[in-house]
């Protein structure tokens, strides 16, 4: 599947429609069947630019964090399992690998069907959540796949790639490079604005054109590199340590002026460092999480605030009506969180440059809701 709008030819997020409450609703810019969101800006003459200005030296970096970590996932998904066994026997040199993970739980992109707009059970193109399938799919002829069971499944993006020029903000280097400390901590519930993107982005000498995707370094692997074993498990939280400092995350801002600089920029998708790409939890009343992939560029975060309440975090998570997000629903910009975002920051600055052509295939999963993106940067 393919865009059919040529470069320029996007409407602004003010010219988008509204749905029910949420403004810049941007399920019909592809057709009510694209199952891409703004991938589909990654045409081939978007590529093959991309590919002849940024390969340059031959040099490449990993964006991918061992799917080890974090060892104690948080957001209460399942911890890794990664088990190498030898078939034959100890004195017998073959190994296989078995893996339990979930897709989440480390460097990942969100699909399109792994966060809905709540608040009236749709996915996507206003897809209702009842229609997705659930549970174990056993499949045997690929050629006899029933298409309700995997629609907006992280195979659309598998097969068509997820390739262009990456363009890396540097916050971290940003506020620290002169020797200052890191005025915010990335465990905490800490905005980033438009406004420091936007400076970031002019003193690195980066201008943002169509179909780039959109990398930031906020901090949070670099604290974790840094925390002690105990810190790390407490990032998990769970019944007896259920309190909000666990589970908050810097990121980037929840608001229509958010939302207005994603769109407008046209990015193709836009991954962080951080196990929540906006800043978690939401102030009162905006959530990106929901907009953005059910909208289809980012969204989800609570639209109350949460530390006024005395439930545990997630009953009042599931609970609450969404009211202004990004995660989910109508922006359409795919979301990438906990990027390994180390080395890369290491050779930008190296280069001086803060674009390079950028690849990411994730697994060929039919269905799937989540998927690591096994990325990586070339310069």
Same mark, same amino acid.
């Given at each position: 599947?393919?865009?059919?709008?040529?470069?320029?030819?996007?409407?602004?997020?003010?010219?988008?429609?509204?749905?029910?409450?949420?403004?810049?609703?941007?399920?019909?810019?592809?057709?009510?069947?694209?199952?891409?969101?703004?991938?589909?800006?990654?045409?081939?003459?978007?590529?093959?630019?991309?590919?002849?200005?940024?390969?340059?030296?031959?040099?490449?970096?990993?964006?991918?964090?061992?799917?080890?970590?974090?060892?104690?996932?948080?957001?209460?998904?399942?911890?890794?399992?990664?088990?190498?066994?030898?078939?034959?026997?100890?004195?017998?040199?073959?190994?296989?690998?078995?893996?339990?993970?979930?897709?989440?739980?480390?460097?990942?992109?969100?699909?399109?069907?792994?966060?809905?707009?709540?608040?009236?059970?749709?996915?996507?193109?206003?897809?209702?959540?009842?229609?997705?399938?659930?549970?174990?799919?056993?499949?045997?002829?690929?050629?006899?796949?029933?298409?309700?069971?995997?629609?907006?499944?992280?195979?659309?993006?598998?097969?068509?790639?997820?390739?262009?020029?990456?363009?890396?903000?540097?916050?971290?280097?940003?506020?620290?490079?002169?020797?200052?400390?890191?005025?915010?901590?990335?465990?905490?519930?800490?905005?980033?604005?438009?406004?420091?993107?936007?400076?970031?982005?002019?003193?690195?000498?980066?201008?943002?054109?169509?179909?780039?995707?959109?990398?930031?370094?906020?901090?949070?692997?670099?604290?974790?590199?840094?925390?002690?074993?105990?810190?790390?498990?407490?990032?998990?939280?769970?019944?007896?340590?259920?309190?909000?400092?666990?589970?908050?995350? &810097?990121?980037?801002?929840?608001?229509?002026?958010?939302?207005?600089?994603?769109?407008?920029?046209?990015?193709?998708?836009?991954?962080?460092?951080?196990?929540?790409?906006?800043?978690?939890?939401?102030?009162?009343?905006?959530?990106?999480?929901?907009?953005?992939?059910?909208?289809?560029?980012?969204? &989800?975060?609570?639209?109350?605030?949460?530390?006024?309440?005395?439930?545990?975090?997630?009953?009042?998570?599931?609970?609450?009506?969404?009211?202004?997000?990004?995660?989910?629903?109508?922006?359409?910009?795919?979301?990438?969180?906990?990027?390994?975002?180390?080395?890369?920051?290491?050779?930008?600055?190296?280069?001086?440059?803060?674009?390079?052509?950028?690849?990411?295939?994730?697994?060929?999963?039919?269905?799937?809701?989540?998927?690591?993106?096994?990325?990586?940067?070339?310069?």
């Amino acid at each position: 599947m393919t865009s059919r709008l040529k470069l320029g030819a996007l409407p602004t997020f003010d010219e988008l429609p509204s749905f029910h409450d949420f403004k810049g609703c941007a399920w019909d810019v592809w057709g009510k069947d694209d199952e891409l969101g703004t991938i589909n800006l990654l045409t081939p003459e978007v590529v093959a630019q991309a590919a002849q200005e940024e390969i340059r030296l031959g040099r490449t970096v990993s964006l991918n964090w061992p799917i080890h970590f974090p060892s104690r996932p948080v957001f209460e998904r399942k911890i890794p399992s990664i088990t190498t066994f030898a078939k034959h026997g100890p004195t017998i040199p073959i190994r296989d690998d078995v893996i339990h993970i979930n897709t989440q739980s480390g460097s990942q992109w969100d699909g399109l069907k792994h966060y809905g707009l709540t608040e009236h059970n749709v996915f996507y193109n206003n897809t209702p959540a009842e229609t997705l399938s659930e549970g174990e799919m056993e499949l045997h002829d690929p050629s006899e796949i029933d298409y309700s069971k995997v629609k907006l499944g992280i195979h659309n993006w598998a097969n068509h790639g997820i390739c262009g020029r990456g363009v890396f903000l540097d916050v971290v280097r940003y506020y620290t490079a002169n020797g200052e400390a890191l005025p915010y901590d990335p465990w905490t519930s800490h905005p980033i604005t438009v406004a420091e993107l936007e400076d970031i982005a002019k003193k690195q000498g980066v201008e943002f054109r169509q179909g780039d995707i959109l990398l930031l370094r906020v901090g949070f692997i670099q604290k974790y590199y840094a925390s002690t074993n105990e810190a790390k498990a407490d990032l998990r939280g769970g019944s007896e340590k259920e309190t909000f400092k666990t589970k908050y995350s &810097a990121g980037i801002e929840q608001s229509e002026d958010m939302k207005r600089f994603l769109w407008n920029n046209h990015f193709a998708a836009i991954a962080s460092d951080q196990p929540s790409m906006e800043c978690w939890p939401a102030p009162m009343g905006t959530q990106l999480h929901q907009v953005s992939l059910a909208t289809s560029i980012i969204a &989800a975060l609570n639209s109350r605030d949460l530390a006024d309440d005395s439930r545990p975090l997630w009953d009042a998570y599931w609970s609450v009506p969404y009211t202004n997000l990004l995660h989910t629903i109508f922006i359409s910009t795919q979301t990438g969180e906990l990027f390994d975002l180390e080395a890369l920051s290491v050779l930008c600055q190296e280069t001086g440059r803060y674009t390079f052509f950028f690849t990411s295939w994730p697994l060929n999963i039919l269905g799937g809701a989540a998927s690591p993106p096994n990325a990586a940067a070339y310069f």
